[in-house]
């Protein structure tokens, strides 16, 4: 196989000891729980790998794979084959594929056909998909018998950097997106970027909208190269993509590790996400994530400004790269400013009656509070004024 990275999640206890064990190499690594920390594997072709990075990480008597059904149609066979071949019980649980299906009620649908089928106590999961099949079957491993180990096996870029890593899980609920979730580690993220083949357009586009976060809040560096090789990276060039998922899964464990359950600077990968939250969920989840999150991250940043927390020309910069990817960054003409606001109150980052928000000063320089809180509560009065320049095009 060609070349592996591995980046290590350390755990609490391995972290004050001063161990995270990150670095590149060409072994799986060892076993053991989520508790002790996991490791994200990156290479291409580690589809093939699975069988056998289970039995390492998450040794089971049975593997319940959760997927949807488009991943399932292209490489659900692919997997099962795999793993009944190195001596796997396997079963597949597929549900239809969107945003809009991840749900409590296909949560309790994938809950009660796993009882029904008989896994137990013994078994372990697989999330086989993209960001809605990762956080919807962690959320089935985290509550399913009181939990159960799982292992994310993500097959969009979303997934990839951001989705599969950090352990959040959850299902959205009509008022709000991921209200009902919960903190649950995986054993192991196991990345193949030839899976990004098989990907539409419009999701790899949706994908580099989180890297380009990672860049606005944490290296400047890397979100300059990212507009620099805009072209490449939106015309799904192998090499530019695996160079890109490895930097952005390097910033997101890095945060995770700083911060597991998000009371501090992990707050920052929200950036963006407060406003995207609400665009997600008054389109009725028809725009994808990323869309959203691109909108959000202008919007958010021209926030920052009118309230002096960023420099003039942040928004404009953020603008100009998710532009040349192809991102969308002012609100349709169809939503007011109050609507977008008025879906931003349940959130589930809100503090005190107030929306808080994840800013940043600069590219690559992220906002802490003179509280030393990282996130702002913001007037709803500001944000509709931000929200209302962006949509006339005032920059």
């Not at 649980?93 to 009660?112: C, H, L, N, V, Y």
């Not at 160079?243 to 590790?257: F, H, P, Q, W």
């Not at 700083?258 to 008054?282: C, I, M, Q, W, Y």
Request: overall charge neutral; hydrophobic content about 45%; aromatic content about 6%.
């Amino acid at each position: 196989m060609k070349s592996m990275h591995r980046i290590r999640v350390a755990a609490a206890a391995e972290i004050a000891a001063g161990s995270t064990g990150n670095g590149n190499g060409n072994g799986a690594g060892g076993g053991g729980t989520a508790a002790a920390g996991y490791e994200i594997l990156i290479g291409p072709g580690l589809l093939a790998s699975v069988p056998s990075i289970l039995s390492r990480c998450a040794p089971a008597y049975r593997y319940a794979v959760i997927t949807d059904h488009h991943v399932a149609e292209l490489y659900g066979m692919r997997l099962a084959r795999g793993l009944h071949s190195a001596g796997h019980r396997v079963e597949t649980f597929a549900f239809p594929a969107g945003e809009a299906q991840k749900t409590r009620e296909t949560w309790a649908e994938i809950s009660d056909a796993m009882v029904e089928t008989g896994i137990g106590r013994d078994s372990a999961v697989v999330a086989f998909g993209g960001g809605v099949a990762g956080d919807l079957g962690g959320f089935v491993a985290a509550t399913y018998m009181r939990g159960l180990p799982f292992v994310q096996v993500p097959t969009s870029l979303l997934a990839m950097i951001d989705a599969s890593v950090g352990g959040k899980v959850g299902v959205d609920t009509p008022a709000g997106k991921n209200l009902v979730g919960a903190f649950h580690q995986p054993c192991a993220v196991v990345i193949d970027p030839e899976l990004l083949r098989t990907l539409p357009p419009e999701h790899l586009r949706a994908g580099l909208a989180e890297a380009v976060k990672h860049g606005a809040i944490a290296d400047r560096e890397y979100l300059e190269w990212i507009e620099e090789a805009a072209d490449e990276l939106a015309a799904g060039d192998a090499e530019a993509l695996s160079r890109l998922i490895v930097r952005s899964v390097e910033i997101k464990a890095e945060m995770v590790m700083r911060d597991e359950r998000e009371s501090g600077p992990r707050k920052l990968l929200n950036f963006g996400h407060t406003v995207g939250h609400a665009v997600e969920s008054l389109s009725g989840y028809r725009m994808l994530h990323g869309e959203a999150v691109s909108i959000g991250m202008v919007a958010e940043s021209r926030i920052a400004e009118r309230m002096g927390v960023a420099g003039q020309g942040t928004t404009e910069r953020l603008r100009r790269v998710l532009s040349r990817l192809g991102l969308p960054t002012a609100l349709p003409m169809t939503w007011s400013a109050e609507e977008v606001v008025s879906r931003t109150r349940n959130d589930k980052k809100a503090r005190g009656g107030r929306v808080e928000y994840s800013l940043i000063c600069a590219p690559g320089v992220p906002a802490q509070g003179i509280d030393g809180r990282w996130g702002y509560a913001v007037a709803d009065e500001v944000a509709k004024g931000a929200l209302g320049a962006g949509a006339a095009g005032v920059r």
